[in-house]
């Protein structure tokens, strides 16, 4: 029983150089700069949270002020900022910024750089140890929100910079291949339907079974 112990206790030790620590300690979650219309320009880009594809962290539209003036201020980002939705949290919807702009206030973003890497973040925050904090502390029944305080206090796992880099790159690595599996899925899916589809309509006439 002792050495089942033993190896269950170096089971969950970390590799050397890793940290457990709170999300605060490495970013000011919930501070940003706010803007008005007035501030920005015409093409700037104006980020709402219907804009994100919720888990695949896809950008499903990219519209731009001159399209989409707004009336209250919104939150200034910078290209590489990880931009998190904290309105409805399980929804996922998170992404990386590919250039500046200016998104909702139920939008947080986030820089670490260069003492942590950004995209680092961006997979954490999308980790099943995050989300399940997220999910105990988030507050509003039908429009539950991750609050500043406890978005400090979430967990945060630190790993050595180099080694970031190498998991990124990893994990990027490994959902492009998924990517590149889904779509053919995806055609494959929409074939079957057509069939399905196609024979019900048949059946449904009488078709399908007048030989019989």
Same mark, same amino acid.
């Given at each position: 029983?002792?050495?089942?112990?033993?190896?269950?206790?170096?089971?969950?030790?970390?590799?050397?150089?890793?940290?457990?620590?709170?999300?605060?300690?490495?970013?000011?979650?919930?501070?940003?700069?706010?803007?008005?219309?007035?501030?920005?320009?015409?093409?700037?880009?104006?980020?709402?949270?219907?804009?994100?594809?919720?888990?695949?962290?896809?950008?499903?539209?990219?519209?731009?002020?001159?399209?989409?003036?707004?009336?209250?201020?919104?939150?200034?980002?910078?290209?590489?900022?990880?931009?998190?939705?904290?309105?409805?949290?399980?929804?996922?919807?998170?992404?990386?910024?590919?250039?500046?702009?200016?998104?909702?206030?139920?939008?947080?973003?986030?820089?670490?750089?260069?003492?942590?890497?950004?995209?680092?973040?961006?997979?954490?925050?999308?980790?099943?140890?995050?989300?399940?904090?997220?999910?105990?502390?988030?507050?509003?029944?039908?429009?539950?929100?991750?609050?500043? @305080?406890?978005?400090?206090?979430?967990?945060?796992?630190? &790993? !050595? +910079?180099?080694?970031?880099?190498? #998991?990124? $790159?990893?994990?990027? @690595?490994?959902?492009?291949?998924?990517?590149?599996?889904? &779509? !053919? +899925?995806?055609?494959?899916?929409? #074939?079957? $339907?057509?069939?399905?589809?196609?024979?019900?309509?048949?059946?449904?006439?009488?078709?399908?079974?007048?030989?019989?």
């Amino acid at each position: 029983m002792k050495r089942l112990a033993r190896r269950r206790h170096e089971r969950g030790k970390l590799p050397e150089g890793w940290l457990d620590t709170q999300l605060g300690n490495i970013v000011d979650y919930g501070k940003a700069t706010k803007q008005g219309l007035s501030d920005v320009q015409p093409d700037t880009w104006v980020l709402e949270l219907e804009d994100i594809e919720k888990d695949s962290s896809k950008l499903l539209n990219q519209v731009r002020a001159m399209d989409r003036p707004f009336k209250s201020t919104k939150n200034s980002f910078k290209n590489g900022d990880v931009l998190y939705g904290k309105l409805r949290p399980y929804l996922n919807k998170i992404i990386v910024a590919k250039e500046d702009g200016v998104c909702t206030t139920e939008i947080t973003p986030i820089n670490a750089e260069p003492f942590c890497s950004n995209k680092y973040i961006f997979y954490w925050l999308k980790n099943s140890v995050f989300l399940s904090y997220v999910d105990e502390v988030s507050y509003g029944v039908n429009m539950p929100r991750l609050g500043t @305080t406890d978005g400090l206090n979430a967990p945060f796992r630190l &790993a !050595p +910079l180099a080694e970031q880099k190498i #998991i990124v $790159e990893a994990l990027d @690595t490994l959902l492009a291949q998924v990517d590149s599996v889904k &779509a !053919p +899925l995806k055609q494959i899916a929409r #074939i079957l $339907e057509f069939f399905r589809q196609t024979v019900f309509g048949v059946a449904v006439r009488g078709r399908l079974t007048e030989k019989w």
